[in-house]
């Protein structure tokens, strides 16, 4: 969730929610920092529907979606066109299919541009490529 920047410094955000991490620390990123791995597991016993990851980009974090019970995750940096310090997908995704390639289906978006891109991705451990600009050039 995004918050304006407050010209008064570091007021809490209208829901109450602390502001944590390094991008939160500089009023550019926010989220609900409630949320544990404990939320999965319940939206998993809420639902039979799979669950999907989004976000994921460390092998770490793959590994706590695959013991609490995501079905998927989604290796994506948002576009990275938001968070200049991201890194990009592409060099994320190796490390994470060696981590958990074989416990759940990795997807992959941001920086897929073309039928190659989608390729190389394939090649470094996804199991699909979400796309959604080229589509939308495609269509227009």
Same mark, same amino acid.
Do not use: Y
């Given at each position: ?23 939160a620390s500089q009023g550019c990123w926010d989220h609900d920092a409630r949320l544990t791995w404990k939320d999965l597991a ?20 793959a590994i706590l979606a695959a013991e609490h019970g995501a079905d998927a995750i989604i290796v994506s940096n948002h576009g ?5 310090? &991201?890194?990009?997908? #592409?060099? =994320? *995704?190796?490390?994470? !299919?060696? /981590? @958990? ?5 990795? $997807? ?6 073309? &039928?190659?891109?989608? #390729?190389? =991705? *394939?090649?470094?451990? !996804?199991? /699909? @490529? ?5 589509? $939308?050039?495609?269509?227009?």
């Amino acid at each position: 969730m995004r918050h304006a920047l407050s010209a008064l410094g570091d007021i809490q955000p209208a829901h109450g929610f602390p502001r944590s991490g390094h991008l939160a620390s500089q009023g550019c990123w926010d989220h609900d920092a409630r949320l544990t791995w404990k939320d999965l597991a319940w939206l998993r016993v809420q639902s039979p529907l799979p669950v999907v990851l989004k976000a994921i980009m460390t092998a770490e974090d793959a590994i706590l979606a695959a013991e609490h019970g995501a079905d998927a995750i989604i290796v994506s940096n948002h576009g990275g066109r938001m968070l200049e310090e &991201g890194i990009p997908t #592409a060099d =994320a *995704l190796p490390e994470i !299919a060696s /981590a @958990v390639g074989h416990r759940i289906e990795i $997807l992959v978006d941001g920086g897929i541009r073309t &039928g190659s891109d989608a #390729a190389k =991705a *394939l090649a470094l451990g !996804a199991r /699909a @490529v979400l796309i959604g600009r080229p589509a $939308l050039w495609g269509l227009a």
